[in-house]
């Protein structure tokens, strides 16, 4: 089209560019989940406002309150952008949320290159944060840079959200929601998150995501750690309860044994059966990237559903115990087992909160051990799942169809971005994920990239969707 | 006596200095858990001979051999100390067996006070190594010293065997031990090991200790860690398995479950439950320094049996798996669970390995799991059990009537010295543990100590127990 052409060949002819900036940004260490990194989680948010400026956008850091630590010092949360430039009332209002803080990564976990310098290999763009969120966060950027840099009307009035604590729950960003509503939400028409992957080599457009909440099980028993030796086999050790407690969550086919949690999910409808079978999902090549001989389910359609419309649970380790190299001989004194639940529809944090904890405090009762037992969760994020007949689904549909030549597959998410539900839920307005990063970019893990194909593609797919989405309104 | 009566006046009056030289002994980070600190180990291997070289002794550093390091890279183990003084055929010749090596420390682990400054406390001498082994082998020094410098004679041949290798499983001692069984060992009449604790405020003699083997378990499955929430559901989670595993091997009560261990154990006679009656052994004393609200049997004998002549089994941690604070949602490509096993007579620890492995491949079969399990064991140390009417046993009963005005108890011992049974079974002599550590010292644990007391009065106990053996050589 007249409109899209030349923005497609700016974007082509600047993709080195925009490259080189996507290395600027992953080179910043904005790990949410060390305190001591929050300074370049705000150091990122300096950059991204001045980007934001430069193209003629207001930005208010909007405070979001402090944390508090064990330590019991409170420190203020990384802000969170609030940005908007001048508004044509003729023209739809896209609100697009991103986050610029990323998962722990060390080299020594296994990276083939250093998570923080982006590296480009075959293709593919390396580097923690490159699909998760960084990448997706500056093809809006850039997406909006070329109407500017082509003299071009950008055709909708566009808001940013973007935050800084989202790998560690968004603390702070629902309240936020909540007291912007009749202000900084009031005119936004449609909200838009790039901020998960495709399932298979064609692109996607998401309209659910589970929800999840956190699990902290603590034991603690003798004051001190003990010698296994002189005391080994007269104690109640943590490990052996904590084990025991671990062990009851889930069978070895990873049904979830906590009481009341399958019975809560929603039921299976046929018309949401037809759609999982038009997903492109190869069981080999997806079993490549991520190098497992077999999944939990034998057929595409039931690992998608297991993934997507059934609850699971993840054990991620325990705290406090032997975790080092090598053999020591220690009864730890004090053991915190932690595990994750996905949520989805029809379940609710705080029932399964309650179900999970007098399930574990079952078993342990079970235990007969003196030691103590403390239960605690986080985040609690609620599913969510979008009406696939909004008019932002037909322009998504639409922009996809323009860049990638095929119709977008129609998937949900497994992970979670809490804001999906928080947003839909307090300002009732209608939310997308569009999302552009590959099936096997390996968010949350070693090696964690984006294709330059997709990184670029994914630019021209934001500017294509733009223009959909005014198209709409004017000629629906 | 007009022997002792000196000698005990000279310990009294150095005392401050002797506790300065432990002091400076405890600052040296002999970590053997830590290859980058085996310099400190050589270090203080050095101090050491020096000190018996400026008493007359002769030393060896003896080599022992090379370590693979996981990268293939062979390193030199930290030598072992043989030491002598001249022969006189007319007394008896005492071998003393120490260790230099210390278990892992870091202030943040939650000591006090710096685990490598030793700070002494309302009569506490607190510190990594204070009681295991640092003071006892210094104790052992100052015995000698305090003849020497009181020009008494010494009344005992006495030759030294330590070692910087011990809290790793003492790689290569064995074999040292065979090599010099007619040599180093062949004038030798008696083996002398303080390496233990007191189990009550009253001395005692040890007569048994605990094998031990330590066993790996490991499950690999993806390629790279995975997103809990894109994957969890679909895939047999290494730690699903790993937890399972674990959770397999002994139950509630601290039974172990693995077949055909407890079968093992040898009966408990007549005359050995006896032995256990004579043991002062306050439950509620028990429990006051360790924390603990109850132990896992009702009274004082089942509770002595359950850690010295039953086995135990510790589940100590999770390598690979997530460790730190916080809340980190990743799915462990690979997982390594770190259990030991404490073995008694009449336990093989080549049958108790296949024993576990058959155990937890069965376990591990019924998983269904596409994942890999590799079990894998070290050390495997034998249990030991000692004849109490041997004569080095009474010469140390009577020392300890000298020094403390009571009969000692005889113990045995939970935690595993894997060098008295090697002693035993490769040399043919007679060895005896003389144990001067308080009951509530924590070795191993946080807030290690020794108490000046026992440093002290533990340093008389030594020079009359040299006195002693020689009394009874000369007239039984
Ligand atoms: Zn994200
Ligand atoms: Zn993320
Ligand atoms: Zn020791
Ligand atoms: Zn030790």
């Known amino acids: 089209s007249t409109v899209l052409d030349p923005l497609f060949l700016?974007?082509?002819?600047?993709?080195?560019?925009?490259?080189?900036?996507?290395?600027?940004?992953?080179?910043?260490?904005?790990?949410?989940?060390?305190?001591?990194?929050?300074?370049?989680?705000?150091?990122?948010?300096?950059?991204?406002?001045?980007?934001?400026?430069?193209?003629?956008g207001q930005?208010?850091?909007?405070?979001?309150?402090?944390?508090?630590?064990?330590?019991?010092?409170?420190?203020?949360?990384?802000?969170?952008?609030?940005?908007?430039?001048?508004?044509?009332?003729?023209?739809?209002?896209?609100?697009i949320y991103g986050h610029l803080d990323v998962q722990p990564a060390k080299k020594e976990d296994g990276w083939a290159t250093d998570p923080y310098t982006?590296?480009?290999?075959?293709?593919?763009?390396?580097?923690?944060?490159?699909?998760?969120?960084?990448g997706p966060v500056l093809a809006w950027l850039h997406a909006l840079e070329t109407y500017k840099a082509t003299k071009q009307e950008v055709p909708v009035n566009l808001k940013f959200v973007i935050e800084g604590m989202e790998e560690v729950g968004s603390d702070g960003l629902d309240?936020?929601?909540?007291?912007?509503?009749?202000?900084?939400?009031?005119?936004?028409?449609?909200?838009v998150i790039s901020d998960n992957v495709w399932v298979s080599r064609r692109p996607a457009l998401t309209y659910g995501t589970r929800g999840s909440s956190y699990f902290f099980v603590e034991v603690d028993g003798p004051k001190l750690d003990l010698h296994s030796g002189v005391f080994g086999g007269s104690v109640h050790e943590p490990m052996t309860d904590l084990i025991a407690l671990l062990g009851s969550l889930l069978d070895h086919t990873g049904k979830i044994l906590v009481p009341g949690i399958n019975e809560s999910v929603a039921p299976l409808t046929e018309e949401?059966?037809?759609?999982?079978?038009?997903i492109h999902f190869d069981l080999e090549e997806m079993k490549k990237p991520i190098g497992v001989k077999s999944f939990l389910q034998d057929n595409k359609e039931e690992i998608l559903m297991a993934r997507w419309r059934y609850p699971s649970l993840s054990i991620h380790g325990i705290e406090g115990a032997f975790s080092d190299k090598g053999s020591k001989t220690v009864i730890p004194?004090?053991?915190?087992?932690?595990?994750?639940?996905?949520?989805?529809?029809?379940?609710?944090?705080?029932?399964?909160?309650?179900?999970?904890?007098?399930?574990?405090?079952?078993?342990?009762?079970?235990?007969?051990?003196?030691?103590?037992?403390?239960?605690?969760?986080s985040v609690g994020a609620k599913p969510w799942v979008a009406n696939l007949n909004d008019p932002q689904y037909i322009a998504g549909r639409k922009a996809v169809k323009v860049v990638f030549g095929v119709e977008p597959e129609l998937i949900r998410e497994g992970?979670?971005?809490?804001?999906?539900?928080?947003?839909?839920?307090?300002t009732g307005k209608s939310v997308m994920m569009l999302p552009i990063g590959g099936h096997d970019d390996g968010?949350?893990?070693?090696?964690?990239?984006?294709?330059?194909?997709?990184?670029?593609?994914?630019?021209?797919?934001?500017?294509?969707?733009?223009?959909?989405?005014?198209?709409?309104?004017?000629?629906?």
């Open 415 to 426: 992970s979670t971005i809490p804001i999906a539900n928080n947003f839909q839920e307090v």
């Open 175 to 191: 309240e936020l929601t909540r007291q912007r509503k009749e202000s900084f939400f009031s005119d936004v028409d449609y909200i």
């Open 59 to 95: 930005v208010e850091f909007a405070d979001i309150g402090t944390q508090q630590l064990s330590n019991g010092e409170s420190v203020a949360l990384p802000p969170v952008i609030l940005a908007q430039f001048e508004r044509d009332p003729n023209k739809p209002t896209l609100c």
């Open 118 to 134: 982006l590296t480009e290999l075959n293709g593919n763009l390396y580097g923690r944060g490159a699909t998760d969120n960084k």
């Open 333 to 377: 004194r004090r053991v915190i087992g932690k595990f994750s639940l996905r949520q989805v529809p029809n379940m609710e944090p705080v029932v399964v909160e309650r179900q999970v904890k007098e399930h574990l405090q079952a078993v342990f009762a079970k235990q007969k051990s003196p030691n103590n037992l403390k239960v605690t969760s």
């Open 443 to 476: 968010e949350h893990s070693q090696n964690e990239k984006i294709s330059r194909y997709n990184f670029i593609q994914g630019t021209k797919l934001f500017a294509a969707f733009f223009y959909e989405l005014s198209k709409l309104q004017k000629d629906p």
């Open 272 to 278: 949401e059966r037809e759609l999982y079978k038009d």
């Open 10 to 56: 700016y974007i082509d002819e600047h993709q080195n560019e925009f490259v080189q900036r996507l290395g600027e940004w992953v080179a910043v260490k904005s790990d949410s989940s060390d305190q001591m990194l929050w300074g370049e989680i705000q150091r990122l948010l300096n950059m991204t406002a001045n980007r934001i400026q430069e193209m003629g």
